[in-house]
């Protein structure tokens, strides 16, 4: 299926990992890192721009993390760690709220245009943030939204940048492949090209696709992290050994409160940072309805079924040479149902 998806053109290059809370139990590598035959072939070892994934493997982490530390509480006015977070009309918006993307906050909105990449303006972009109207009341509505996940970043800098939080809980959680944000020089002849992009003037390879995180210096509470589908694997493993009670790096209380669909949000399917299982998911329909996941905008996902014990890496590259190609809608479930039913037949 993926052989064929690349024949299509759906992506270049794509990596899958598919595991249960002990070990991988399959990871293989397709296609070349670029369209042209002479390109580098897909390893297990490329690293790819997760995109998204950063939002759960990171910013979903940490928060839990220091909401179990009492730093950060879920129900904590933004305002109360965000003075900017002024108004009537956001007074009552909550920490959680920003977690299930219930905020009120519109889903984008180009803020780097008014900046150079890697200029870090994080006050500018927190001021323009807290000050744009509201698309909708507060909790009435879910809306899929970078906006408040850069708050998040926002909240979680402290006295220390994001990639010395992503890195410290990269760590704790035992993770020893490669996940990094602004990944080294080292990296890049392994590493998955995404866009030729207009606004850089140039293909990006080993550079942060998204370009708000991009002006923030390459990190941000959205979008940042790089790695390969090992490195989000082992993340996984560590979530689903957790739910099966072992100890790790956060509770197992507090990880079934942010893998719990919010049932106070009309319509909604946000739990608190993942996403959860739903007709016309990513994840197809052969999972679990506990299923829960996220996907990244440059064709990487990770969906995890704490019911069946098992968990599904899938990176690629889909955005090159350009983001106009969104062949991988139709290939993302499609794949996810092979799984699981293989998975089924054995």
Request: glycine share 10%; hydrophobic share 40%; aromatic share 8%.
């Amino acid at each position: 299926m993926l052989e064929r998806a690349i024949q299509e053109k759906a992506f270049p290059a794509a990596s899958i990992e598919v595991g249960d809370a002990t070990r991988p139990l399959w990871r293989q590598a397709f296609g070349r890192l670029r369209f042209e035959g002479d390109a580098p072939a897909t390893a297990e070892d490329t690293i790819f721009d997760l995109a998204s994934l950063t939002k759960v493997l990171a910013t979903t982490t940490l928060v839990m993390q220091q909401v179990e530390r009492g730093a950060i509480g879920l129900d904590d006015p933004v305002g109360q760690h965000v003075t900017a977070w002024q108004g009537g009309d956001r007074a009552h918006v909550t920490v959680r709220d920003l977690l299930a993307h219930c905020a009120g906050l519109t889903a984008y909105l180009s803020f780097y245009r008014d900046y150079p990449p890697g200029s870090a303006v994080r006050a500018e972009f927190e001021r323009t943030i807290c000050s744009v109207p509201l698309e909708y009341a507060p909790r009435t509505t879910s809306v899929y939204s970078d906006l408040g996940f850069m708050l998040l970043g926002f909240i979680l800098e402290g006295a220390a940048a994001l990639p010395a939080r992503f890195d410290a809980m990269r760590s704790q959680m035992g993770i020893v492949e490669d996940l990094h944000c602004n990944p080294p020089v080292l990296w890049k002849p392994r590493t998955a090209p995404t866009e030729i992009d207009p606004w850089r003037g140039r293909l990006l390879v080993g550079e942060v696709h998204d370009e708000n995180a991009a002006a923030l210096g390459g990190a941000a509470g959205h979008a940042g992290l790089f790695g390969t589908a090992a490195a989000a694997g082992q993340h996984a493993r560590h979530v689903l050994q957790v739910l099966d009670g072992k100890v790790g790096a956060f509770q197992r209380a507090d990880v079934e409160t942010f893998i719990t669909r919010r049932t106070d949000v009309p319509g909604s399917s946000r739990a608190l940072g993942w996403d959860t299982m739903r007709p016309g998911s990513s994840c197809g329909g052969r999972m679990s309805p506990r299923a829960f996941g996220h996907t990244g905008f440059t064709g990487t996902s990770l969906w995890i079924d704490p019911d069946r014990g098992v968990y599904v890496v899938l990176l690629t590259n889909r955005v090159h040479p350009s983001r106009a190609n969104e062949a991988i809608k139709e290939v993302r479930p499609a794949v996810h149902d092979a799984v699981m039913q293989s998975l089924d037949r054995s």
